[in-house]
């Protein structure tokens, strides 16, 4: 089949800028600042110094907040003073000029943070490949980021959520912890400080509440965020090796795949809403209504014994909607808050240093060689009508494509279990042979008949049916071995696998990997050796169970022994499958039952006498 990675189911500092400082350092005390783990800095010192310019601006619209109300009770219940119209109009100044001032620093910070956040991870992730561990982290259950998918989703989306998160949400957020106090300090200096004690006691139960809720929804906010990761792992994947879902017939399978995890991100992400409207139904039916009859309850209490004038009084009400506008930001971006302290997580994953790669510890499986499980090796397959091997034949077919023909009046046959080698120099028109033998290219004249089917529109399907492609260079899909080979067979069970990988010299070394099958082959095959590649796409062709088999320049790039193990696999192949091989090496001609060469725009046979001239002009 044409290579490619089964489906799966599914250092660091940057280059300093002026006024970034990338390097990794603690804040007081030794301990790492929030947003970071110890001695990792995901922030610039700019953005720690917009982060805490964040908090003084909320902090400083809250007051101004409070002693405008405070003005604006007394201007309500006392005749208005020249004073007190000034100190309301300040004061209602600062609080627009601060929020507005807020929510553009947040703004503008995030925006900033995300270019040196993703030149520091770039950068490590290429000092990591490049460094000791050249194939960093090969398991599919590694650390974030080692997959292309993971990387992206990760250098995109989790970099983004993080920023908003840590630029606009978590200073915000801890200025919602003490804006409350600083409204009450106000109310303690300005009406009474009695009723302040009483409310500070009150206030934080929210907070706590709300927290509590986070702890509960961070599961479901994590699955959500694996979920999207995971879906754009697979989606890029399977664009990369959309070439070898179809000739594998894989490809409606796998977009079933893609629209079942498409859906299962969906309702994670709902899940995570849903939580989030309980938040804000805590906080506004409950704590605001709590809060508010309070402030009215002490209010009344305090006027009654003399304590407080009406400005005063009225002053408390009106405050109580300041100790409450925190917690409603805290509750209104809860969504914002879960999926940035999972992005957070995320991203300190994928810097926590790593242990050796897990394609340099082979290990011994528990059970011991697969050799008793494959007594049933190749001499059991069935020859039977079902199972014959198909014969191919051309005649007067023209080969090429729009604008651009490549081979004209081809007579080209392939009996039943033959073994057919095409040599002929590059650009010639062996890879357009084969497309038209795999039913991928329609003839322009003439015919292309694949055991008795002729190619037409309508038999594409049928024709693509009979063959199997190993192609020059095979893709391999982040997985393991048991995903890569179940590509073209998910009922193949264990038995068939390890005979196919028996069939390439590969149950062995499979055998001696730490979790056998289940073994993650990498991302594009980083765990195997280029050889190892090449014979697990022949071994995948072998169990698609289909009987013409093309190969395209199988052994090109291969070292000498994968070549004599391929080669030695199609020997017993060739019982019961025909085989089309292109090829440029002498030693893929032995054994072959007719040598045909691709040459002036057509396919001559060539008899064994002057097999010298056809070696010659395929380049070798």
Not at 101 to 125: A, D, K, M, T
Not at 136 to 163: M, Y
Request: aromatic share 4%.
């Amino acid at each position: 089949m044409s290579s490619g990675q089964a489906h799966p189911q599914w250092r660091a500092g940057a280059p300093a800028d002026a006024g970034h400082d990338h390097r990794p350092r603690h804040g007081a005390g030794g301990q790492p600042q929030h947003g970071d783990q110890p001695g990792v800095r995901l922030g610039t010192s700019r953005g720690r110094q917009a982060l805490a310019l964040t908090v003084g601006l909320d902090l400083l619209a809250s007051v101004a907040a409070a002693v405008f109300l405070v003005e604006l009770a007394r201007l309500i219940a006392q005749t208005p003073s020249s004073g007190g119209l000034i100190v309301a109009a300040l004061a209602g100044f600062v609080h627009v000029a601060s929020g507005v001032g807020c929510r553009s620093l947040c703004r503008v910070s995030s925006l900033s943070e995300e270019q040196p956040l993703r030149e520091r991870l770039l950068e490590r992730w290429w000092r990591t490949a490049s460094g000791i561990h050249a194939r960093p982290a090969v398991a599919s259950q590694g650390p974030a980021g080692t997959r292309s998918g993971d990387r992206i989703s990760l250098f995109t989306d989790s970099v983004e959520r993080f920023t908003q998160y840590r630029q606009g949400f978590a200073g915000r957020q801890r200025a919602a912890g003490i804006a409350p106090l600083c409204v009450l300090g106000v109310i303690a200096v300005s009406v009474d400080p009695v009723i302040a004690v009483i409310l500070a006691l009150a206030v934080p139960c929210a907070p706590l509440a709300i927290k509590r809720f986070s702890a509960l929804s961070r599961t479901a906010a994590n699955r959500s965020r694996e979920l999207r990761s995971r879906l754009a792992t697979q989606y890029l994947e399977s664009i990369q090796g959309l070439e070898t879902l179809v000739i594998a017939n894989a490809a409606p399978r796998v977009a079933r795949e893609l629209a079942e995890a498409g859906e299962r991100s969906r309702r994670a992400t709902m899940a995570v809403l849903a939580r989030n409207q309980l938040v804000l139904l805590v906080s506004d039916a409950a704590f605001s209504l709590v809060m508010v009859t309070l402030s009215a309850a002490l209010a009344a209490w305090r006027l009654g014994s003399g304590a407080i004038t009406p400005a005063g009084a009225i002053a408390v009400v009106l405050c109580s909607v300041l100790l409450l506008s925190p917690l409603d930001l805290v509750a209104s971006s809860f969504y914002v808050g879960l999926a940035g302290q999972g992005a957070q997580r995320a991203l300190q994953r994928f810097w926590a240093p790593r242990g050796e790669s897990p394609q340099a510890q082979l290990r011994p499986a528990p059970n011991p060689g697969p050799e008793e499980r494959i007594a049933h090796h190749l001499a059991e397959r069935k020859s039977d009508e079902e199972h014959a091997a198909p014969s191919v034949r051309l005649s007067g077919a023209h080969l090429g494509y729009p604008g651009a023909p490549v081979l004209h009046d081809v007579d080209f046959t392939v009996p039943r279990g033959g073994r057919v080698v095409v040599l002929g120099p590059s650009g010639a028109g062996k890879s357009t042979l084969l497309r038209a033998l795999k039913g991928d290219l329609l003839p322009e004249a003439g015919e292309v008949v694949i055991d008795g089917i002729a190619l037409s529109a309508g038999t594409q399907e049928r024709v693509r049916a009979h063959s199997a492609l190993v192609a020059q260079s095979t893709w391999l899909f982040t997985g393991s071995i048991r995903d890569n080979l179940a590509l073209v067979n998910p009922q193949a069970d264990e038995d068939a696998l390890w005979q196919a990988l028996q069939l390439v010299d590969l149950a062995g070394f499979v055998t001696r990997m730490p979790d056998g099958l289940d073994s993650a082959v990498g991302e594009r095959g980083q765990a195997l050796s280029g050889g190892q590649v090449q014979r697990l796409s022949l071994a995948r062709a072998f169990l698609s169970g289909r009987e013409l088999l093309l190969l395209d320049e199988p052994t090109s790039q291969v070292d000498l022994f994968s070549e004599q193990v391929i080669m030695a696999a199609l020997d017993q192949l060739a019982a019961d499958h025909t085989i089309v091989l292109v090829t440029h090496r002498p030693s893929a001609v032995a054994g072959a039952s007719a040598i045909w060469e691709v040459a002036n725009h057509g396919l001559q046979q060539i008899p064994a006498g002057q097999l010298h001239r056809g070696l010659e002009a395929s380049d070798v």
